[in-house]
């Protein structure tokens, strides 16, 4: 069984900063393709980026490309999400997800799921 735990959220001004982290335990985080996603109130699940196992591969939803980064510390059993230029449209619970096979883009391809962390974008 793989846990997956969020941090790092918070409230920030538009065009500030920030960076989620999602520690995972029980099972080696390098076994597993990573993803990010967000939820605002009233909105299904979104997908916001995913990351390989070993980092070779990203993906980026339109929304945030360019201005959002994921990475990935296998050593620490650790995926990160950093988040600049943030807009109040970025505000949302963002989860992080794990799978061992699927570099997907929906919910449906990820197996484990954190509880989230709120991020709150002020204008």
């Known amino acids: 069984q793989v846990q997956l735990v969020e941090s790092g959220g918070g409230l920030v001004q538009a065009g500030g900063s920030l960076r989620l982290s999602c520690a995972v335990s029980g099972r080696p985080v390098s076994s597993y393709i990573m993803g990010w996603f967000r939820q605002a109130p009233g909105k299904e699940r979104e997908f916001v980026s995913a990351i390989r196992q070993r980092g070779g591969g990203t993906g980026y939803a339109d929304s945030v490309k360019g201005r959002f980064t994921i990475s990935r510390d296998n050593p620490k059993n650790t995926l990160y999400l950093q988040m600049n230029t943030l807009v109040p449209e970025d505000t949302a619970v963002y989860y992080c997800?794990?799978?061992?096979?699927?570099?997907?883009?929906?919910?449906?391809?990820?197996?484990?799921w954190g509880q989230g962390t709120q991020v709150t974008v002020s204008s």
């Open positions: 997800a794990a799978d061992r096979d699927r570099f997907g883009r929906t919910t449906y391809e990820y197996e484990y």
